[in-house]
Nanobody, 121 residues
């Protein structure tokens, strides 16, 4: 069926950079909006960045100017470039996407399993 798989997380020092990737696979007709969310222990999951099918983007105030969301429709991939990382960015990061399925042409929201990002010296 349809799956989203994140990769690219890890341990970095404050001020460092990481690029997260989100690979979509399965019976996909098209991918509409995509987004990256994060969740720290004991906290609510929050939207970090979103991107429409046309490439328009939105960011949480806490990451504006540091993170960049992008997508490659041909590869069915989404990305989150994270620069100038801070300890407060430490969380599990999740990919999310609205996907039109080939077999019934219906739109369904999907979540990836998450990838850990730890920012610490």
């Amino acid at each position: 069926q349809v799956q989203l798989v994140e990769s690219g997380g890890g341990l970095v020092q404050p001020g460092g950079s990481l690029r997260l990737s989100c690979a979509a696979s399965g019976s996909i007709f098209s991918i509409n909006a995509m987004g990256w969310y994060r969740q720290a222990p004991g906290k609510q999951r929050e939207l970090v960045a979103g991107i429409t099918s046309g490439g328009s983007t939105d960011y949480a105030d806490s990451v504006k100017g540091r993170f960049t969301i992008s997508r490659d429709n041909a590869k069915k991939m989404g990305y989150l470039q994270m620069n100038s990382l801070k300890p407060e960015d430490t969380a599990v990061y999740y990919c999310n996407a609205d996907i039109v399925r080939r077999y019934d042409m219906r739109t369904q929201n999907y979540w990836g399993q998450g990838t850990q990002v730890t920012v610490s010296s």
